[in-house]
């Protein structure tokens, strides 16, 4: 072929170009919108994130709020059975000296008696009757002269107590219903009663008591009436046979079958449940059982009550805001990821509305140089040279048209070798752009998803990350942190001027004692309580200015487990008691203290006299089962500010502080040796033992130079004279014997 270097072959050759291009375009189907594909794909990401974390956490909360709730009721009714088992104690206490008292015992003046009887009384108003019949039932003396002279033979603690220590279960008042004081209220009583013995050992009587039920309404107002009238809390005392003794008025008198009464039956430690009760309400219930300890046991069941739907209102309350916290959380994700999207491809559908414009003959549209993007930047600036040098080459074909067929030749190459390099510049700039967009993504998930709160500020203190886990942790969602005081929202007070001076520091020379250490701090939540965190802090030298990154870690459980252990390294395994290691340090501490008050403080050193012959006999198990019995008579008979301990073996020891004299201390071990004379009842055998105890008196204005271990020493060996003296005694040790 020929060329005669007429410019006017240009020309078909382009219109042929610009209608072929035309077909193909009409032919061809049109592909998805890059814009639309890339936001479509993280709008989804967004929500099956945001709906998965919101369906875990109602899960969690859902299960941890029923906990908690059962946990509660359950240590409600704990409290309940301890109370009443505590003042039954007292009771038996109660009529265990009065009947040991020698005006009693002698039983000659009738009005001296009633005086004893009402002074008694008087210091426990829950008495609305104390009276002591003869042994033929006629009754000799009783508070307000109430009963005397009428007979008491056929009552059943009057019968019952011609034995034996008795107590009456809950029963309405038979003689004295017309004679007491009336009250709102119909007369309930608990009965107990005990022989008299005289100086000889004879039954000279029997001494009756009946202890008002308004006593365990007492019980029930101070421990659990607070949280009754606040959060629908019913607390329910059940006899044996099911009878409501105590509870809400309609149901007093009644009996019930819930399976939280059966389950207390069988179960002496208590427990909780979830159950349906006869008025169709389904109800949290904790339940405990009395009647585990004492010579007088009286066997109620307590059930503690609370309607399931006040129960978990709180996690309700949760489960709403939650659901509404996330719903924003992700509606904000998605416009963010749309804008994102947008802004990130504007450039891109940019140039290709230049090239479609320059394929359509449109040679005056220029194509735009974009400078936002380094990527985009190379792309444009390629695509403008290569149009340029097409440009070119036009020209030099319509000078040159003897050589155009070569020249076309040539430029065709190089045109397919551009719009190839073109191409593979697309391609790179589209998946450089799909790996930023997925790393992005991944960071976000990996952070909103970490167990630990993540938290980010800048160099002024102020919060520009907050993930979810640090919303759970502290209590602020993020909308409301972001571009707040960090110091202000999380950092006590008292530990915000120690802050804002290590980050001075740091800013001013870069040292810093928190930076890339891990501590332990407390932290402040939304609802002012301080918690415990393990926190991480990290640093980001930026061109803006310094970012810092922390993780937060709760701790909470971590120091509680420290104290239980802490707690189990001072107590005794078999007792419960306090070991020797506790009482190395509660002995100084109570010495110290006796100095301040300048009062007295007693030591008891004791063991069981003859222990080794039990265990040789019946075992060493029955032997632990002594030692434990032996060590909750010492508890009982000394007071709740005193402390008995275990050190080794059968040797304990009792500190009693705020003494007046030798002599009150001589009374607590009187009353040890008696209740320790009482026979123990093990599981296969029953067995009489005494103690011997030696007694140091600490008198610190005579005795300062004396300390812990001398005042051991001289209890010590008091309690191996009582043993030489014929054990089964007191034995009071002198400052010159250690």
């Given amino acids: 072929m020929r060329f005669t270097g007429e410019p006017s072959c240009i020309q078909p050759y382009c219109c042929s170009s610009y209608q072929a291009y035309q077909l193909n375009k009409k032919k061809a189907p049109s592909p998805p919108n890059l814009s639309s594909l890339i936001t479509l794909g993280v709008v989804v990401t967004v929500l099956v994130t945001t709906v998965s974390v919101l369906i875990l956490v ?104 011609q034995q034996t220590e008795y107590a009456a279960d809950y029963h309405p008042a038979v003689l004295l219903e017309k004679k007491l004081p009336p009250q709102s209220d119909p007369w309930r009583f608990v009965d107990l009663s005990m022989p008299v013995l005289n100086m000889q050992g004879q039954m000279i009587g029997v001494m009756g008591m009946h202890l008002s039920w308004g006593w365990a309404r007492e019980i029930a107002s101070k421990l659990l009436n607070p949280t009754s009238s606040r959060y629908d809390v019913d607390v329910l005392i059940v006899r044996s046979d099911g009878t409501v003794i105590l509870g809400p008025k309609d149901m007093e008198e009644t009996k019930i079958d819930t399976a939280s009464f059966r389950a207390a039956q069988h179960s002496s430690a208590g427990g909780s449940l979830i159950e349906t009760w006869p008025d169709g309400r389904r109800y949290v219930t904790g339940y405990a059982r009395t009647g585990q300890g004492g010579e007088m046991k009286l066997k109620w069941t307590v059930i503690v009550r609370q309607p399931e739907t006040v129960a978990l209102e709180a996690f309700r309350d949760l489960e709403r805001r939650v659901i509404v916290v996330g719903a924003l959380a992700g509606a904000v994700l998605v416009l963010l990821a749309f804008m994102l999207t947008r802004r990130l491809v504007a450039p891109i559908n940019a140039l290709s509305a230049a090239l479609e414009q320059r394929a359509a003959g449109l040679q005056e549209v220029e194509i735009p140089l974009v400078t936002s993007v380094r990527e985009l930047q190379l792309l444009s600036s390629a695509l403008g040279t290569m149009v340029e040098r097409e440009e070119r080459y036009l020209r030099e074909m319509r000078s040159l048209n003897e050589s155009l067929e070569e020249r076309v030749v040539e430029r065709t190459s190089r045109l397919h070798e551009t719009a190839t390099a073109l191409q593979q510049a697309l391609d790179q700039q589209q998946t450089n752009q799909i790996q930023l967009e997925e790393s992005a993504a991944e960071l976000r998930a990996i952070l909103e998803n970490a167990q630990d709160a993540f938290i980010a500020a800048d160099e002024h203190g102020h919060i520009v990350e907050w993930n979810r886990q640090a919303e759970l942790l502290l209590g602020w969602p993020r909308d409301t942190v972001m571009g707040r005081s960090m110091a202000e929202l999380i950092i006590p007070s008292d530990m915000r001027a120690a802050h804002n001076h290590g980050m001075a520091q740091f800013l001013k020379d870069g040292t810093s004692v928190v930076i890339n250490n891990r501590i332990e701090l407390q932290a402040l939540h939304r609802d002012g309580h301080e918690l415990p965190v393990e926190i991480t802090v990290g640093h980001v030298k930026r061109q803006s200015g310094h970012l810092f990154i922390a993780f937060l870690h709760d701790i909470t459980e971590r120091l509680a487990f420290r104290d239980q252990m802490r707690e189990l390294a001072l107590t005794d395994v078999l007792t419960s008691l306090p070991n020797r290691r506790a009482f190395s340090d509660r002995l100084p501490e109570g010495m110290m203290r006796a100095r301040r008050a300048h009062q007295l403080l007693a030591l008891f050193f004791m063991d069981l006299d003859g222990f080794k012959g039990i265990n040789d006999r019946y075992g060493h198990e029955a032997g632990d089962e002594l030692l434990v019995e032996f060590a909750r008579r010492l508890q009982a008979s000394v007071r709740d500010v005193d402390t008995v301990a275990r050190l080794a073996g059968d040797e304990f020891v009792v500190i009693l502080e705020n003494l007046q004299s030798q002599q009150d201390a001589i009374m607590v071990a009187e009353k040890i040796l008696h209740a320790i004379r009482e026979p123990f009842e093990l599981t296969h055998s029953t067995v009489h033992i005494s103690s011997s105890i030696g007694v140091a008196v600490y008198q610190p204005d005579l005795d300062g130079e004396i300390g812990p271990e001398e005042l051991l020493s001289m209890a010590d060996k008091a309690m191996y004279a009582a043993k030489r003296l014929g054990k089964n005694r007191i034995e009071l040790g002198r400052v010159g014997d250690f």
């Fill in 58 to 161: 109602d899960q969690f909360t859902r299960g941890y709020a029923r906990s908690e709730v059962e946990t509660r009721l359950k240590q409600l009714a704990w409290q309940m059975q301890d109370a009443l088992e505590r003042g039954m104690a007292e009771r038996e206490i109660d009529i265990r000296l009065l009947v040991s008292r020698p005006s009693i015992r002698q039983a000659q003046d009738p009005a001296h008696i009633r005086a004893v009887l009402e002074e008694l009384q008087r210091n426990v108003p829950h008495y609305a009757w104390i009276g002591m019949a003869r042994p033929d039932g006629t009754v000799l003396a009783a508070t307000k002269g109430l009963l005397e002279g009428m007979s008491v033979a056929e009552r059943p603690w009057f019968q019952q107590g």
